[in-house]
């Protein structure tokens, strides 16, 4: 079982593997009271399911770039903090809605403002293949997870 300190303020997700076996799913329920609970088909699953997890410090750390590129420009440090906090939360809040649906993120991207500055910003993303850095930072935790590697992409 795995739990995130989101878990805490009742804002996360338990992993769990096994299935809840019990006969009236005690142990499910007390997960589904902490944020909710995925029960994962495998230990395989758990892990994949793990490695997001490790992508916490990743998104702190794109908040922190976009705090000192506002800061840069001119905006005190603590408007910058507190508009992307609030803006990010905002996002979120908006991926939350729906999320048992497997095209949530995907309707998200398509009601993107054609020509927009959003639109813009995820093609420079893959231009830049920002995206596919991600997929790899993913496959090298994972590689980690699994005893394989160190976990470090290997840019040689």
């Known amino acids: 079982m795995i739990c995130l300190p989101s878990v805490s303020t009742l804002q996360g997700v338990c992993l769990m593997v096994p299935k809840d076996h019990s006969e009236d799913n005690n142990i499910k329920t007390l ?9 994962c088909e495998s ?4 892990r994949a399911m793990m490695v997001p997890t490790g992508l916490m410090g990743p998104m702190y750390a794109i908040l922190q770039s976009n705090r000192d590129w506002l800061v840069e420009k001119g905006v005190p440090p603590g ?8 803006l990010y939360l905002g996002m979120m809040l ?13 309707n998200l991207i398509d ?3 054609p020509g927009g500055l959003n639109e813009q910003s995820i093609e420079n993303l893959k231009r ?3 995206f596919d850095s991600y ?4 496959d090298s935790m994972l590689s980690r997870l699994e005893g394989k590697t160190d976990g470090y992409v290997d840019n040689t």
């Open 43 to 46: 230990e395989e699953i758990m």
């Open 111 to 113: 009601e993107q403002t």
């Open 135 to 138: 997929r790899s930072a993913m």
């Open 94 to 106: 908006d991926a939350e809605k729906d999320c048992h649906d497997p095209e949530r993120f995907d």
């Open 31 to 39: 997960f589904e009271s902490l944020g909710g609970c995925i029960e």
């Open 79 to 86: 408007d910058a903090s507190f508009f992307l906090a609030k």
């Open 128 to 130: 830049m293949n920002a």
